[in-house]
């Protein structure tokens, strides 16, 4: 079965650095998609980014960006120039084709004035 | 376009109820997907259903259970309610198979 795992619970970071969230993944399949998404205090799940397995340059999205690395399994998210309005719960997600969407355990991120 | 909506947002039912939660998918999209989440179990998924069928479906007991409509709206059901049925329910839709677009969700709390 896929897994999705989230190893940071919670992370901080001052306003206008930079920040890692981390992610890797089992999977047996090779046509999959990742996705981040954030989850602020509202409880609206937003896309943040995504990424197709079979594409080997990385996602951006602005100040968003991922690493993904297929063969190690890891799918990273980089969040630059931090705003307060990033603060919020960040999953990462697995979706082989026409599946269903497999989580992570989230990272509460929190930014710092 | 219009997101994704669900109703009602907020629920307060008490055990051995039932419930029915309704959501509509952005105008378009046929793909229609159910998820619990709880701070115990996270995000978990129910079903999804895909022109009318169900295509999916995930490790819930049979109380659970959900139809879709011809023009895509789909509801589920919770029959006979417990109290680890408290969660809060968010539904998706999606255009493919790639991303699922999630409404604002539906906060259930059984008593």
């Known amino acids: 079965a896929q897994t999705v795992t989230q190893s940071q619970p919670e992370m901080s970071v001052q306003e206008a650095e930079t920040v890692t969230l981390s992610c890797t993944y089992d999977?047996?399949?090779?046509?999959?998609?990742l996705f981040w998404y954030k989850q602020p205090p509202s409880r609206q799940m937003i896309l943040v980014i995504r990424?197709?397995?079979?594409?080997?340059q990385n996602a951006t999205e602005n100040r968003f960006s991922v690493n993904f690395q297929k063969a190690a399994k890891s799918f990273s998210l980089k969040i630059s120039d931090s705003q307060l309005g990033d603060a919020a719960m960040y999953f990462c997600?697995?979706?082989?084709?026409?599946?269903?969407?497999?989580f992570g355990k989230g990272t509460k991120l929190s930014v710092k004035p | 376009k219009a997101g994704v909506t669900q109703t009602p947002r907020y629920l307060i039912k008490t055990r051995g109820q039932q419930v029915t939660l309704s959501c509509s998918p952005i105008?378009?999209?046929?793909?229609v997907s159910w998820y619990q989440q709880t701070p115990g179990q996270g995000l978990q998924f129910l079903f999804e259903?895909?022109?009318?069928?169900?295509?999916n479906k995930g490790n819930f007991p049979g109380r659970f259970s959900g139809r879709q409509f011809s023009n895509s709206r789909s509801e589920m059901n919770v029959s006979t309610l417990e109290l680890g049925d408290s969660a809060l329910y968010l539904c998706?839709?999606?255009?493919?198979?790639?991303?699922?677009?999630f409404g604002p969700g539906t906060r259930l709390t059984v008593l």
């Open positions: 990424q197709e397995a079979y594409k080997q």
């Open positions: 997600a697995y979706r082989r084709s026409q599946g269903n969407l497999i």
């Open positions: 105008s378009g999209h046929r793909s």
């Open positions: 998706a839709s999606s255009p493919g198979v790639n991303e699922q677009f």
């Open positions: 999977t047996s399949e090779s046509d999959y998609y």
């Open positions: 259903y895909f022109s009318e069928t169900q295509r």
